[in-house]
């Protein structure tokens, strides 16, 4: 069974920095992809960042380019989110998700329970 777990959320100011971890076992899949998104209540849930199998492309959405870096590291299981000059629009509960088909996240994937993030003037 896969096991998700994420972490470092917290509350920060307008234009502070947050790092989200995100660790994943019971993977027995050779090789998948990793994503983090997020979502606010009443409102759709964004693709924030997804990084394809090797973690040597990632995909952001526009509203997070230039502020948010995600960087993967197989040998320990583990995607983080480096979040830059965050904004009140960055609030949110954070997943990180495993996906072995790198498609179709709901059905595929696997998640964790996500980490909420506060951003505040």
């Known amino acids: 069974q896969v096991k998700v777990v994420e972490s470092g959320g917290g509350s920060v100011q307008t234009g502070g920095s947050l790092t989200l971890s995100c660790t994943h076992s019971?993977?027995?899949?050779?090789?998948?992809?990793m994503g983090w998104f997020r979502q606010v209540p009443g409102k759709e849930r964004e693709e924030v960042a997804l990084?394809?199998?090797?973690?040597?492309?990632?995909t952001y959405i526009d509203s997070v380019k230039g502020r948010f870096t995600v960087s993967r590291d197989n040998s320990e299981n583990s995607i983080n989110l480096q979040m830059n000059n965050l904004k009140s629009e960055d609030t949110a509960t954070y997943y990180c998700a495993v996906d072995p088909l790198c498609s179709d996240w709901d059905l595929f994937g696997s998640w964790g329970q996500g980490t909420q993030v506060n951003v505040s003037s």
């Open positions: 019971g993977v027995t899949y050779s090789n998948y992809c």
């Open positions: 990084a394809d199998r090797d973690g040597s492309t990632v």
